[in-house]
């Protein structure tokens, strides 16, 4: 004759067994991409927390002996800082400053520590405004006075 009840509950408790299999398979592969995100991120956002510095001169008072602007930089992240040409970049008003024509006492900077940064530039009397870019793009803007 055919398949009695008990054998139609089978295949359906069978069938129901699999989908949830498949559902929960997709479930975990979501979870695990969306945490395995995450993570990233945070790892992204703790460097960038670890990479910041600023610019701590008396805006009025700027040291300009012989050619160059002095800028004294505080490191204030929770690493080490490379300061170099090749990972900072720097810009007054706007304008990008050209690698020759700055660049910083120290090589690299410990935490808490300050190093100069020296501008080969020439700057009219007013208003102005000092951007440094370093690793990982972290910024510091400064506003200063000539």
Known sequence: MGFSLTGTHLIFFISAVIIAGIVSGVFIAVT????????????????QLDTDFTIINDPVNIPKP?????????????????????????????DII???????EDNTVSMSNVTELYINTILEAGDHTLRV??????????NFII
Do not use: C, H, W
Request: proline share 2%.
């Open 98 to 104: 050209a690698i020759e024509k700055y660049y910083f």
């Open 66 to 94: 012989g050619d160059y602007y002095i800028f004294y930089m505080k490191n204030i992240g929770g690493k080490k800082l490379s300061t170099t040409n090749e990972t900072f970049q720097v810009f007054i008003d706007g």
């Open 32 to 47: 695990m991409n969306v945490t395995t995100s995450l993570s990233d991120r945070g790892d992204r956002v703790q460097e």
């Open 133 to 142: 870019v370093g690793p990982l793009a972290v910024n510091n803007e400064f």
